[in-house]
């Protein structure tokens, strides 16, 4: 499924916005989303929030040969997978060119800067090295995918353990968790990816591009960077040109995000080890309990310090309602009635009400009787319970009489017994 393009209202109100120095949600210039780092119950599982961005990243191992030229080292490997859960514009099993873009620019980050110690994956020389595996699935696509993926990914990097090994002889013994505790991985740094979006040729800056200001910007420069303020790895896409001035001016506003992303991640795993000694850990616990997680909002702080004070004068200025129901009265026991005796509120006496209904159907009813009377149809109805008898005008009575008695002549006596009805 193709993206949905912009129109181009949309582009013109986004430029304009930028243009003031404003942002769709709120923002200012050099502003970071709220960032939300949750790990699961298994080590190396990690679940970040970028905004409406989320990313989970799962870290796995295993035994395998090494290289022949170099016998000592272990692997790195790296995979981002764009699923159609993400976005409606994501294919799946297709190599799109945003997919081979960030698998790159992850390895960049992470493989060629050396954050990991490869020596440390060595089992037996030329023989068993461990092959490290970071799978970062996109779940939810709100613009800067690159961020959110390393923040993942070096995330799960630090929180994964790997199993230990016992060598005796030529035998290679792999320790369950019940046996040996799991040993973490030798992390040197922690590069983290800062993303910067130009528009109007490089005239206007934005951190952290949502995924609407990604479609109507002009170029994207990522720096990758640690909090020693290392430069990791830098690349830049859109075809800008940038002066060195606006690199510099990167690399400073970089560095600072740098430092509150790797602190934010520190305590995210001291908050985990703390809830896994306590027996409390993963994505469960570290959501509200009975609350809809889907649909959740942000709490906004409002102040309760005069609230009993100020319901307690409004309750005393206000006057009491006027009483028009009375006493609740049984006429008859076990049988209430509610608002007898009181005086009707529509200023219009029942009786009365009463009164005029009747005299309204009676009126009717004279009127319905002199139009009869007019057309000469019926003008009386007797009151016997037994039958009604009609009595029919004088005119029309004599033709009736006429046509009764010849069909009682040709019917016979069993005719003669039947009475003229309506």
Known sequence: MKETPLSNCERDF?????????????RQTYDYRKTKIVFGTDFGCCFVELGKTRVMAQVSCELVA????????????????????ASPAFEQGRQ???????????????????????????VVSGEKVWQIRVDVHMLNHDGNLMDAASIAAIAALCHFRRPDVGIQGDEVTVYSPEERDFIPLSIYHLPISVSFAFFQKGTYLLVDPCEREERVMDGLLMIAMNKHREICSIQSSGGIMLLKEQVMRCSKIASVKVSEITELISKALENDKTARKAGRCGFAESMPQQRITALKKDETAVEMTDVSEKATDIIQKTEAPPSII???????PGVGLVGHGVQNSWGIDEDEQDE???????????????????QGDVVELSDSEEEDVVV??????DRNYKNTSSSSHQKGPAGSKKKLRK
């Open 96 to 122: 799109s060119e945003l997919l081979v873009k960030l698998n790159r620019q992850l390895e960049r980050c992470l493989r060629n800067s050396k954050c990991i110690d490869i020596e440390s994956l060595c």
């Open 392 to 397: 029919l005008h004088p005119e029309t009575a």
């Open 326 to 332: 009375q006493e609740l009265t049984t006429p008859v």
């Open 14 to 26: 986004l430029l304009k916005a930028i243009e003031e120095k404003k942002r769709l949600d709120g």
């Open 356 to 374: 005029k209904e009747v005299s309204s159907d009676e009126e009717a009813k004279m009127e319905m009787e002199q139009k009869q009377v007019e």
């Open 66 to 85: 090494p290289k022949e030229n170099r016998p000592n080292e272990g692997f790195m490997l790296f995979n981002i997978e764009l699923s159609p859960m």
